[in-house]
């Protein structure tokens, strides 16, 4: 078995509308039954993404707030990868009219059209942040944080290399954790630019198209993409 484990993204690929249909969680517990682990690398924090994804615990790892936090839904622990930015830029979002803010564990997090506003408050208050962007999500998050190096501290507690993990995702922000996976996958509905750098893009949308990738990986551990794979060398950058 070349590939020990899927990674995939929440919204927009397992989930439409935020929610997850049966059959695609039916799919997710026969990668369990494969052997192979199962990580979910989302740009939600951890309660957010309970409230609405009563499966989270077919899941070995969860990267939550884009890379930023790292829970065990078996066991509920959850450990930062990143510090929280300070109080006073949530209170000068808050004093320029930024509405709404979600603040999580290391994630500070708004939607357009506010993100001019964030970019001029961390510029204002001298801070090393960052912002990251998920179609209409505005994501700040220290420097150098992502769904990459979020992926990588959850490989490392589970023991594997992501040279056996497939990724699939949709948007702008999985960019950074399908370039560490040996095989990237984007759903239908992905964005042009993630297509084009995929590995492989399904035929079918959202949770259909994470189906049909697990059924292409239980039947033949994705033989099939080798002579596809050269896109390490050559397709994302910064690798």
Known sequence: MRYMALACDYDGTLALDGQVNEETVAALERVRDSGRKLLLVTGREVDDLLTVFPHAHLFDRIVAENGALLSVPATGTERPLGERPPEAFVQALRARDVRPISVGRVIVATWHPHENTVLETIRDLGLELQVIF????VMVLPSGVNK???????????????????GIGDAENDHAFLSLCEC????????????????WVTQREHGGGVIECINQLLASDLRELEPQLERHASRWSGR
């Open 134 to 137: 998920n179609k209409g999500a």
């Open 148 to 166: 990459a190096t979020g992926l990588s501290a959850a490989l490392d507690e589970l023991g594997l290399s992501p040279h056996n993990v497939v």
């Open 184 to 199: 990237a996958v984007a759903v239908a509905n992905a964005l042009p630019m993630l297509q084009e750098r995929a590995d």
